[in-house]
T-cell receptor, first 111, second 113 residues
Protein backbone atom coordinates (compact mmCIF):
# COMPACT_ATOMS: atom_id res chain seq x y z
CA UNK A 1 0.00 0.00 0.00
CA UNK A 2 1.36 3.36 -1.03
CA UNK A 3 1.90 5.69 1.89
CA UNK A 4 0.50 8.58 -0.14
CA UNK A 5 -2.88 8.16 -1.78
CA UNK A 6 -4.44 10.56 -4.26
CA UNK A 7 -7.96 10.84 -5.56
CA UNK A 8 -9.33 10.87 -8.09
CA UNK A 9 -6.89 9.15 -10.45
CA UNK A 10 -8.49 10.84 -13.44
CA UNK A 11 -10.59 13.98 -13.58
CA UNK A 12 -12.26 15.61 -16.55
CA UNK A 13 -13.77 19.07 -16.21
CA UNK A 14 -15.23 21.80 -18.33
CA UNK A 15 -13.47 25.12 -18.58
CA UNK A 16 -14.43 27.36 -15.69
CA UNK A 17 -15.21 24.59 -13.22
CA UNK A 18 -13.81 24.46 -9.71
CA UNK A 19 -11.41 21.53 -9.31
CA UNK A 20 -10.43 19.66 -6.15
CA UNK A 21 -7.74 16.98 -5.94
CA UNK A 22 -7.25 15.14 -2.66
CA UNK A 23 -4.19 13.63 -1.02
CA UNK A 24 -4.02 11.46 2.09
CA UNK A 25 -0.83 10.26 3.70
CA UNK A 26 -0.04 7.78 6.45
CA UNK A 27 3.50 8.82 7.33
CA UNK A 28 4.68 11.57 9.64
CA UNK A 29 5.68 14.51 7.50
CA UNK A 30 7.58 17.74 7.79
CA UNK A 31 5.93 19.18 4.69
CA UNK A 32 3.74 18.26 1.76
CA UNK A 33 4.47 19.16 -1.84
CA UNK A 34 2.17 19.58 -4.81
CA UNK A 35 3.80 19.12 -8.20
CA UNK A 36 2.52 19.62 -11.72
CA UNK A 37 3.68 17.50 -14.65
CA UNK A 38 2.72 18.70 -18.10
CA UNK A 39 2.16 16.41 -21.09
CA UNK A 40 5.72 17.16 -22.24
CA UNK A 41 6.98 15.57 -19.06
CA UNK A 42 8.46 18.52 -17.18
CA UNK A 43 7.79 18.68 -13.44
CA UNK A 44 7.19 21.94 -11.61
CA UNK A 45 6.83 22.42 -7.88
CA UNK A 46 3.60 24.29 -7.14
CA UNK A 47 3.48 24.39 -3.36
CA UNK A 48 5.28 23.22 -0.30
CA UNK A 49 3.22 23.52 2.89
CA UNK A 50 3.33 22.25 6.42
CA UNK A 51 0.19 23.90 7.79
CA UNK A 52 -2.83 25.94 6.80
CA UNK A 53 -3.30 27.21 3.30
CA UNK A 54 -1.29 28.68 0.45
CA UNK A 55 -2.55 30.49 -2.64
CA UNK A 56 -0.89 31.25 -5.93
CA UNK A 57 -3.06 32.75 -8.61
CA UNK A 58 -5.96 30.37 -9.24
CA UNK A 59 -4.33 27.57 -7.26
CA UNK A 60 -4.99 26.96 -3.58
CA UNK A 61 -3.44 24.24 -1.43
CA UNK A 62 -4.63 23.31 2.03
CA UNK A 63 -3.41 20.83 4.60
CA UNK A 64 -4.90 19.34 7.76
CA UNK A 65 -2.07 17.83 9.77
CA UNK A 66 -4.36 16.10 12.28
CA UNK A 67 -6.32 14.37 9.55
CA UNK A 68 -3.22 13.74 7.38
CA UNK A 69 -4.98 15.22 4.39
CA UNK A 70 -4.25 17.86 1.80
CA UNK A 71 -6.25 19.29 -1.08
CA UNK A 72 -5.32 21.18 -4.21
CA UNK A 73 -8.00 23.44 -5.62
CA UNK A 74 -8.09 25.14 -9.00
CA UNK A 75 -10.57 27.96 -9.44
CA UNK A 76 -11.91 28.93 -12.89
CA UNK A 77 -10.13 26.01 -14.54
CA UNK A 78 -8.67 26.44 -18.01
CA UNK A 79 -7.51 23.94 -20.65
CA UNK A 80 -3.90 24.93 -19.94
CA UNK A 81 -4.37 23.48 -16.43
CA UNK A 82 -4.53 20.03 -18.03
CA UNK A 83 -1.66 18.09 -16.50
CA UNK A 84 -0.85 15.42 -13.95
CA UNK A 85 -0.89 16.72 -10.39
CA UNK A 86 1.24 14.84 -7.89
CA UNK A 87 1.35 15.18 -4.15
CA UNK A 88 4.47 14.18 -2.25
CA UNK A 89 5.07 13.82 1.46
CA UNK A 90 8.38 14.96 2.85
CA UNK A 91 9.59 12.76 5.71
CA UNK A 92 9.82 14.17 9.20
CA UNK A 93 12.59 11.83 10.22
CA UNK A 94 16.33 11.99 9.73
CA UNK A 95 16.06 11.82 5.94
CA UNK A 96 13.89 14.88 6.00
CA UNK A 97 14.33 15.71 2.34
CA UNK A 98 13.00 12.37 1.17
CA UNK A 99 9.78 12.62 -0.84
CA UNK A 100 7.21 9.84 -1.06
CA UNK A 101 4.95 10.40 -4.06
CA UNK A 102 1.32 9.73 -4.81
CA UNK A 103 0.47 8.13 -8.15
CA UNK A 104 -0.82 11.40 -9.55
CA UNK A 105 -4.14 12.75 -10.77
CA UNK A 106 -4.58 13.26 -14.50
CA UNK A 107 -6.64 16.40 -15.02
CA UNK A 108 -8.17 17.20 -18.39
CA UNK A 109 -9.96 20.52 -18.78
CA UNK A 110 -12.06 20.76 -21.91
CA UNK A 111 -12.86 24.08 -23.58
CA UNK B 1 19.73 30.60 -14.24
CA UNK B 2 19.40 27.77 -16.74
CA UNK B 3 17.69 25.47 -14.28
CA UNK B 4 18.67 21.87 -13.67
CA UNK B 5 20.37 20.43 -16.74
CA UNK B 6 20.25 16.77 -17.62
CA UNK B 7 21.90 14.85 -20.41
CA UNK B 8 21.22 13.01 -22.53
CA UNK B 9 17.50 13.74 -22.96
CA UNK B 10 16.95 10.40 -24.63
CA UNK B 11 18.99 7.24 -24.48
CA UNK B 12 18.35 3.97 -26.27
CA UNK B 13 20.67 1.12 -25.49
CA UNK B 14 20.84 -2.63 -25.55
CA UNK B 15 20.59 -4.89 -22.56
CA UNK B 16 23.93 -5.37 -20.88
CA UNK B 17 25.36 -2.02 -21.89
CA UNK B 18 26.54 0.59 -19.41
CA UNK B 19 24.43 3.75 -19.21
CA UNK B 20 25.54 7.03 -17.63
CA UNK B 21 23.08 9.83 -16.93
CA UNK B 22 24.34 13.29 -16.06
CA UNK B 23 22.98 16.17 -14.04
CA UNK B 24 24.05 19.73 -13.37
CA UNK B 25 22.12 21.26 -10.45
CA UNK B 26 21.19 24.90 -10.10
CA UNK B 27 24.12 26.95 -8.88
CA UNK B 28 23.94 27.50 -5.12
CA UNK B 29 21.74 24.48 -4.49
CA UNK B 30 23.32 22.04 -2.08
CA UNK B 31 20.87 19.14 -2.25
CA UNK B 32 20.55 16.90 -5.30
CA UNK B 33 18.06 14.14 -5.95
CA UNK B 34 17.77 11.34 -8.51
CA UNK B 35 14.27 10.03 -9.25
CA UNK B 36 12.86 7.36 -11.54
CA UNK B 37 9.37 7.51 -13.06
CA UNK B 38 7.54 4.55 -14.58
CA UNK B 39 3.91 3.98 -15.46
CA UNK B 40 3.63 1.17 -12.94
CA UNK B 41 5.38 2.72 -9.95
CA UNK B 42 5.15 6.47 -10.55
CA UNK B 43 7.93 8.65 -9.18
CA UNK B 44 10.45 7.07 -6.83
CA UNK B 45 13.44 8.57 -5.08
CA UNK B 46 16.61 6.66 -5.90
CA UNK B 47 19.23 8.63 -3.96
CA UNK B 48 19.90 12.10 -2.66
CA UNK B 49 23.00 14.09 -1.77
CA UNK B 50 23.54 16.96 0.65
CA UNK B 51 26.71 18.97 0.06
CA UNK B 52 27.94 16.28 -2.36
CA UNK B 53 27.58 13.51 0.26
CA UNK B 54 25.09 10.66 -0.35
CA UNK B 55 22.55 10.76 2.48
CA UNK B 56 19.92 8.21 1.55
CA UNK B 57 20.39 5.60 -1.17
CA UNK B 58 17.70 3.23 0.06
CA UNK B 59 15.81 3.69 -3.19
CA UNK B 60 18.63 2.44 -5.39
CA UNK B 61 17.21 -0.79 -6.79
CA UNK B 62 20.31 -2.94 -6.73
CA UNK B 63 24.06 -3.02 -7.15
CA UNK B 64 23.76 -2.34 -10.85
CA UNK B 65 22.91 1.25 -9.97
CA UNK B 66 25.49 3.70 -8.66
CA UNK B 67 25.52 7.47 -8.24
CA UNK B 68 28.30 9.96 -7.65
CA UNK B 69 28.59 13.65 -6.99
CA UNK B 70 32.24 14.60 -7.34
CA UNK B 71 31.54 18.31 -6.91
CA UNK B 72 28.71 20.75 -6.29
CA UNK B 73 27.93 21.21 -9.98
CA UNK B 74 27.84 17.67 -11.33
CA UNK B 75 26.33 14.28 -10.59
CA UNK B 76 26.08 11.00 -12.47
CA UNK B 77 23.78 8.01 -12.24
CA UNK B 78 25.24 4.88 -13.75
CA UNK B 79 23.55 1.59 -14.60
CA UNK B 80 25.82 -1.34 -15.35
CA UNK B 81 24.72 -3.68 -16.81
CA UNK B 82 21.41 -2.24 -17.99
CA UNK B 83 18.27 -4.36 -18.24
CA UNK B 84 14.94 -3.77 -20.05
CA UNK B 85 13.18 -3.21 -16.70
CA UNK B 86 15.39 -0.16 -16.17
CA UNK B 87 13.48 1.61 -18.96
CA UNK B 88 12.00 4.73 -17.39
CA UNK B 89 12.33 8.49 -17.21
CA UNK B 90 15.06 9.53 -14.81
CA UNK B 91 14.76 12.96 -13.22
CA UNK B 92 17.35 14.94 -11.37
CA UNK B 93 16.25 17.71 -8.99
CA UNK B 94 18.07 20.18 -6.78
CA UNK B 95 17.15 22.39 -3.85
CA UNK B 96 18.60 24.75 -1.32
CA UNK B 97 18.85 23.08 2.02
CA UNK B 98 17.14 25.91 3.84
CA UNK B 99 13.89 26.00 1.86
CA UNK B 100 13.71 22.47 0.42
CA UNK B 101 11.69 23.41 -2.68
CA UNK B 102 12.91 21.10 -5.41
CA UNK B 103 13.54 22.16 -8.98
CA UNK B 104 13.36 19.36 -11.49
CA UNK B 105 15.38 18.83 -14.63
CA UNK B 106 13.68 17.86 -17.91
CA UNK B 107 14.46 14.18 -17.40
CA UNK B 108 16.26 11.50 -19.38
CA UNK B 109 14.07 8.97 -21.14
CA UNK B 110 15.94 5.65 -21.06
CA UNK B 111 14.95 2.71 -23.22
CA UNK B 112 16.79 -0.55 -22.76
CA UNK B 113 16.10 -3.04 -25.55
Amino acid sequence: KNEVEQSPQNLTAQEGEFITINCSYSVGISALHWLQQHPGGGIVSLFMLSSGKKKHGRLIATINIQEKHSSLHITASHPRDSAVYICAAMNSGGSNYKLTFGKGTLLTVNP
Amino acid sequence: DAGVIQSPRHEVTEMGQEVTLRCKPISGHNSLFWYRQTMMRGLELLIYFNNNVPIDDSGMPEDRFSAKMPNASFSTLKIQPSEPRDSAVYFCASSRQRDRIQFFGPGTRLTVL
